[in-house]
């Protein structure tokens, strides 16, 4: 759980515009220990577009190259993994590469999916309804998924509750 808890503390940094050259790091390595290759590619080429992070550093080339190694996963290959997910895990890491591409509404669905599964985590799928929401620019809907947040996850969520009000 601590990854997954960095990894959403990092995305809203990221949300924010707040990350340092380590946490751009941080965040794609743990993207890619997740299976979120998209993520992690996105998350480094921002950190490059940002004068952050040099690909050529021996801190991020094996990472770098790592990743131009690994398949992109397009929508069809999610929609197709969707329908045969066997439980909440998968579900929520298909979720998590829809959210990578962009994809809020498919990434919404696949959360819930998660969380309607015996081993579903309601706190963890909320939250990530929550974020997709929030980046997809649907205030109510975020703010109702991320209120919804409980235990360990809640205080992520409300960190991403002020986020959304500073939206404006």
């Keep these: 759980m601590a990854q997954i808890t960095t990894m959403d503390a990092l995305r809203l940094k990221q949300a924010l515009g707040y990350l340092s050259a380590g946490e751009y790091g941080t965040l794609a390595r743990a993207a890619a220990d997740q299976l979120i290759f ?32 690994r398949a992109k996963l397009s929508a069809a290959d999610l929609a197709a993994a969707m ?44 939250l990530h309804i929550g974020m997709a929401l929030a980046r997809a620019g649907d205030k109510a809907g975020a703010a109702a998924a991320l209120n919804a947040v409980t235990g360990p996850r809640a205080e992520i969520a409300k960190f991403w509750l002020t986020y959304l009000a500073q939206k404006g």
């Design 38 to 69: 998209g993520e992690a590619s996105a998350v480094l080429a921002e950190g490059v577009s940002s004068n952050k992070v040099n690909l050529s550093s021996p801190e991020f080339s094996d990472l770098a190259v790592g990743l131009k190694a």
């Design 83 to 126: 329908k045969i997910a066997a439980n909440g895990k998968a579900l929520m890491r298909i979720g998590d590469n829809y959210a990578a591409m962009g994809d809020y509404s498919n990434a919404v669905q696949a959360y819930k999916l998660a969380m309607a599964k015996p081993d579903g985590d309601a706190a963890l799928a909320n």
